[in-house]
């Protein structure tokens, strides 16, 4: 994110086939689209983290996160990104707690609507260890499967809140972001720098999934290669 999304693309494309996009700040797809089509690369895309909550019992604020996301959609089949995945939404008291679940339902509804009209799929992503998030527990996933939405496991932050092998069991994964931790908070370390059994994460990935590896810093993802390379060699 400390380039422009042209000079980071460029660097990625070395190294790898399928690239990542935070469509955020400087990475911005509305704004930087075209950078993409340089690039013989497959794409997924992240929606945007800072300023979008479709938990929001705002009605205002929740509709206009769901349109960003409608309109980050049209702009991923243009790419011809495979999964979009997108936060599950936060609130900031327990009182405002059932609030926000119904506000989340209203967009999980939203979104399925909008799914059929597109061809990327939209991944849900489970969230680290903090309390104000939604979807950290692997029964969330039958409220996704119910709206026919797409699953992102983030193996770092299960494993953080202590039920990465509850989320492996269940499986239905579509996209995997990993990186590494000790189980006591979310890291965002290279594979191999905490405790994760990657043999296990692998062993329980359906065929099919796409994978993406997530760490702080760009010598962090090479090093996690070298690891995962290891593992298998």
């Known amino acids: 994110m400390d380039r422009p999304l042209g000079e980071a693309l460029d660097l990625i494309a070395d190294r790898t086939g399928l690239a990542e996009i935070l469509s955020d700040g400087p990475h911005t797809l509305s704004r930087f689209e075209e950078a993409c089509f340089s690039f013989e ?122 039920n990465l092998e509850q989320f492996l069991e269940q499986g239905g994964a579509i996209h995997v972001h990993l990186h590494d931790n000790c189980g006591n908070r979310d890291d965002h370390l290279a594979c191999g720098d905490g405790n994760i059994d990657f043999h296990r994460v692998f062993a329980a990935l359906p065929p099919g999934v796409t994978i993406v590896v997530e760490p702080n810093s760009f010598q962090d993802y090479e090093r996690s290669l070298e690891h995962l390379r290891g593992l298998f060699s």
């Open 41 to 162: 690369l497959r794409y997924t895309v992240h929606a945007p983290v800072a300023d979008i909550n479709i938990a929001s019992d705002n009605e205002h604020l929740r509709r206009a996160a769901v349109r960003v996301i409608r309109d980050l959609a049209e702009v991923c089949d243009r790419i011809d990104a495979e999964r979009l995945v997108i936060h599950p939404g936060h609130t900031w008291g327990e009182e405002m707690w059932s609030a926000a679940q119904r506000a989340l339902d209203r967009s999980l509804g939203d979104l399925a609507a909008i799914q059929k009209d597109m061809n990327v799929r939209f991944a849900v992503e489970n969230m680290g260890a903090w309390d104000i998030c939604f979807f950290r527990e692997p029964g969330f996933l039958d409220r996704l499967a119910d709206h026919g939405l797409g699953f992102t496991l983030d193996v770092g932050h299960a494993h953080a809140n202590g």
